[in-house]
Structures are given as C-alpha cells and as structure tokens.
C-alpha cells in the first residue's frame, strides 16, 4: 500500500515530493522501519523507468532515507536494462556532482547499488556457490568503479546481495554456521575482504534469528584484521530488527564484549540508527542513544564521535553544525569544535 502511494505520487509530482511522502510515512507509522528500504527499493525502479523515458530525476539529499535504498533499486533497473557500463558510470558521476557537496556518502551509495544491481540478477546456474553468484558483480565492479571508496562501495553492494540470498532456499546457499566462510577467499582483494566481512552481518542475523548476544558472538571471533568492520555492521542491524531492544539491553550486549570490541559495537549501533532512524532526523535518536545512563565517559565520547563521523557524509555542512551544537559539550568531537 505505502509503495503504491508513494509510486503514485512519484508519477505526478517527481521524486521529491515521493522523498517527502517517504519521511511522513515514517513518522506516522513506527512499523515502517521494517519495510522502508524494500520500499524504497521499488521507488528506485520506479524512477529509473522514468529516468529511461528522458523525464527528469530530482535528486536531493533526501535520496538517503532508509540506507540510499533507492539506489539499490534505481541501479538494478538500469543494469537490467542497459547492462553495466558507461551509462552506469555517468549516472554515479552525476550523482557525486549534485550532491558530493552536500552528501559525500552519495556517489559511493551509487556504486553500492550498482554492485547490488549485478548481483541481485544472478545467473541460476551459479545458485548453490556464493563464491560464482559473486563474481559477475566483483568483476564489474573492478572494470567500472574507480579504484578507492567508490570501489569499496561497489563491492559492498555485490556482497551484501550475496548475502541476502542466504535466507531464500531457492538460491541452494547454507553458511553451515559460518557466514564469513567467503570473505576468506584468496581471490578477493584487501578492499574487496573488508567490504565482504561488513555486509555478511545479515546472515548472521538470519543464523542467530535475532538473539542479541549471538549476533555479536559471531563477529567477536573474527581475526582482529577485520573484527571491527564485522562487529560494527552486525551491531549495526539492531536497529533494524523487527523488534528493536531497548538501550539498556544493546548496551548490557555490547558490554559483554571486550574493551575494544564494546566501543566497536556501541559505534555500530549508532551507524544503524543514522542509516535506519527516522528520515531527517536519524541524529534525534542516536544523541539519546549516546546520553544513555549506562555509558561511561569514555563510552559516550566514543558514541558522540561516530554521530559525528556518520553524520557527516549524508548531513550538508550546516546541518552537521546544528547537530554538533545538540552534543554534550564535555565529549564534543574536535571536528565540531572548528564548526
């Protein structure tokens, strides 16, 4: 019901105002968290097949509701339609251009939602080996993206359809109780292993089916090489469960880890509520997070530090200034300092 109203207006009155529906949908409807980026998955291939028509495609900061999943769905239409290629990277291009200045994160969520576009059209013959559904989009990334974050970000893509793949036996994938067995491929690059430990966090959550402390057990047990990036991103998907814990039981969870790993996962938390909170105002919900009663000192300088880390690439300068002056005072990053 909610895509069909926001492809509706979408239609007649241009993605903006669809933008605009988006946000007040969230906010009248807290269930809307669990289906807000499959929605915005539709609206992404609703606005390519008028982008291929030659109507303009307003492109505004607000393209990064509910983690750039427009992207995910504009790419894959594209690269359905007009394969992986130049066409591809002009539209990334013009991306990081509209928006670089104001959402640095934009033109890397591009190229994210190219990696998805690959790989969520995979070849049958490759169902059962997610090293083989993987490949196509690896390889098209490596000849599109360039090299650096925008590469990093298109490999996230590819591994993160891989492994949404893995809750759907019609795709033959069983972790056999290891999701980050693919990650250790020879064959992937330094950037390529860091992109794929971080985005195998949702086939943990489907392992662990949810249970708190067995999320984070799995990236816990990681080689410090990458521990961090995986037990950020799990920690990441709490704040996309269907049922969110409260503070003082994701704080009791991440406690449990040591001390390095605990200000990992405290830093995860916060990177899933500014990608999942409520559209425009995803900082509201991590500055409580950060003022919980439950975190030291040290702990809360470490939340603050990654609302203003996050913050700063889908937030324009003003805005993060604004944010900034909402901080507590006694932990304020220098960064805010200078604004």
């Known amino acids: 019901c909610y895509a069909q109203a926001v492809e ?32 915005m998955h539709d609206l992404g291939k609703a ?36 394969g992986s290629g130049a066409k591809v990277r002009e539209f990334c291009r013009s991306v990081g251009k509209k928006l670089g200045g104001v959402q640095e994160y934009a033109e890397g969520a591009c190229y994210h939602g190219l990696g998805h576009g690959v790989t969520d059209a995979s070849d049958p013959r490759a169902w059962g080996d997610a090293y083989l559904i993987a490949k196509p989009g690896i390889d098209t990334c490596r000849a599109i993206a360039p090299p650096g974050e925008h590469l ?10 891989v492994a949404n793949l893995y809750s759907d036996p019609m795709y033959k994938l069983d972790a056999k109780g290891e999701p980050y067995t693919l990650c250790e491929s020879e064959n992937y690059s330094e950037d390529e292993r860091i992109s794929c430990y971080a985005q195998m966090n ?44 409260s ?7 991440c406690k449990k880890l040591d001390e390095q790993d605990s200000g ?44 203003e880390r996050t ?3 889908i937030y324009s300068k003003e805005k993060l200034g604004d944010i900034c002056r909402l901080l507590p005072r006694d932990v304020l990053p220098e960064k805010c300092k200078e604004l």
């Open 8 to 39: 509706s207006v979408l239609e007649d009155h241009g993605l903006g105002s669809a933008m605009k529906l988006v946000g007040a949908v969230y906010e009248a409807d807290p269930g809307f968290v669990n289906s807000c980026h499959g929605n």
């Open 47 to 82: 606005a390519y097949e008028l982008y291929s028509e030659g109507k303009e495609i307003e492109l505004t900061p607000d393209v990064s509701y509910c983690g750039f999943g427009l992207f995910h769905g504009f790419l894959e239409a594209m690269v359905l339609s007009e």
């Open 152 to 161: 990093r970000r298109c490999s996230s893509g590819v591994f993160n359809s």
């Open 202 to 245: 949702t086939v943990v959550r489907f392992l662990t089916k949810d249970d708190l402390d067995l999320m984070l057990s799995f990236p816990a047990t990681v080689d410090k090489k990458y521990r961090t990036v995986a037990i950020q991103n799990v920690a990441a998907m709490i704040y996309w469960k269907k049922s969110t814990p």
């Open 247 to 253: 503070d003082e039981e994701i704080l009791a969870a």
């Open 264 to 307: 990992d996962c405290i830093k995860g938390v916060v990177d899933g509520i500014i990608e999942f909170g409520p559209p425009d105002r995803e900082y509201e919900v991590a500055i409580m997070f950060c003022n919980s009663e439950g975190l030291t000192s040290g702990e809360r300088k470490i939340c603050v530090g990654e609302i």
């Open 311 to 313: 913050s700063s690439g």
